[in-house]
């Protein structure tokens, strides 16, 4: 026999099976019990997992939405390792001199003013930054 004869066989004896009586009123009832063992049998990480991802479901992001926030990233990623240091590029760093660790050099932080030249007290006490770079030939300089 070849095969399609013993599929036909097999298909004349399944048509003249019939389930048992009260089959199709039990199996309602009997698919309800089958879901509730098999859900007890799963863990509550699991139990959770599964509802997380139904309830996600229809927020799908399709896989090039992925490749695209991926290419931006690497992007972003580039612009910001690659960009110019402000040493080559001007600015502030090309009106500054080298710093040197020989020749002493004046600082100067900001445009603050210096108590001793905002009151009459004595010059000598300096509780904020004076504007006049600090250095060591003059007698004020801290």
Avoid at 10 to 19: D, F, N, S, V
């Amino acid at each position: 026999m070849t095969p399609e004869e013993n599929l036909l066989k097999l298909l004349r004896l399944k048509r003249h099976e019939q389930p048992p009586p009260g089959y199709f009123d039990d199996f309602v009832a009997e698919f309800r019990d089958r879901q509730r063992a098999e859900l007890m049998q799963l863990s509550l990480r699991e139990i959770i997992w599964e509802r997380i991802c139904d309830f996600l479901q229809p927020f799908q992001v399709p896989r090039l939405a992925y490749a695209t926030v991926a290419a931006v990233a690497v992007a972003a990623s580039v612009a910001i390792i690659a960009r110019p240091s402000p040493q080559l590029s001007g600015g502030l760093a090309s009106t500054r001199q080298p710093m040197s660790l020989t020749a002493p050099q004046p600082v100067m932080i900001g445009n603050s003013v210096p108590v001793s030249m905002a009151s009459t007290s004595s010059p000598s006490v300096h509780y904020v930054l004076p504007t006049q770079p600090a250095n060591y030939a003059s007698p004020r300089s801290f």
